[in-house]
Structures are given as structure tokens and as C-alpha cells.
Nanobody
């Protein structure tokens, strides 16, 4: 059974930091591209960051988070992390991790409709 478990969300003040984790099981983790997406109620789910398969290692960041967020993967632990620094109120959302069997990351590939598997989200709330 495929499982993606996101954790690490919480309430933080503006300027603070959080680290999200996405623990995966049930598929060949190192061959999959993994992404973080976020959604505010009533709005479309948007891509935050993606990382290619272990043989690729490329990363993508949305313009709104570049320079503040860092994505990484630990294939030994089947886990992807999203380090979020200098959080702002506009970062408030439910954050989801997802996996795409098309492993390498290329331009335009970090989009929600490419993802094959999704985990339940974790809430991130940033107060001003």
C-alpha cells in the first residue's frame, strides 16, 4: 500500500521556521519525483517545490518561496524534507506531499496533475 505521510506543520510567527517531513512507503521511493504543494481553502492547489528522483536530484521552487525554502531527500529514510525559513502570513496553507513516477525533474513538471500519489496534508499557519 502506497503511503505518504506529511508532518511538521504548526503555528509560527512571521519570520519563523518550520521543517516539513514527508515519509513514504509502498513504492520505489528513490525513482520517484517528489513535490510539495499547498492549498488555501477555496483556491487552487499550487506547487511549492519539487525534487527529482535520486538519479536526477534537480530541484524546483516557486518564485514566492525561492531563497526561503529548501527541499531535500533522504533515500535511506524514504523521506523528503521542506525546510521553510522566514515564513510569512501568505505561506499559511495546508501543505501536501506527492509522488510522481516520472522521476527526473524537468521544466514545467512540478504540477499537481502529474502526481500519482498524495498524502494527507499538514497545516502551516503563520501569524503576523
Amino acid at each position: 500500500e502506497v503511503q505518504l505521510q506529511a508532518s511538521g506543520g504548526g503555528l509560527v510567527q512571521a519570520g519563523g521556521s518550520l521543517r516539513l517531513s514527508c515519509a513514504a512507503s509502498g513504492f520505489t521511493f528513490d525513482q520517484y519525483r517528489i513535490g510539495w504543494f499547498r492549498q488555501v481553502s477555496g483556491q487552487e492547489r499550487e506547487a511549492v517545490s519539487c525534487i527529482g528522483s535520486s538519479s536526477d536530484g534537480s530541484t524546483y521552487y516557486a518564485a514566492s518561496v525561492e531563497g526561503r525554502f529548501t527541499i531535500s531527500r533522504d533515500n535511506g529514510r524514504n523521506t523528503v524534507y521542506l525546510e521553510m525559513n522566514n515564513l510569512q502570513p501568505e505561506d499559511t496553507a495546508v501543505y501536501y506531499c506527492a509522488a510522481d513516477r516520472r522521476g527526473p525533474l524537468y521544466s514545467g513538471s512540478c504540477v499537481y496533475y502529474y502526481m500519482d500519489y498524495w498524502g494527507k496534508g499538514t497545516q502551516v499557519t503563520v501569524s503576523s
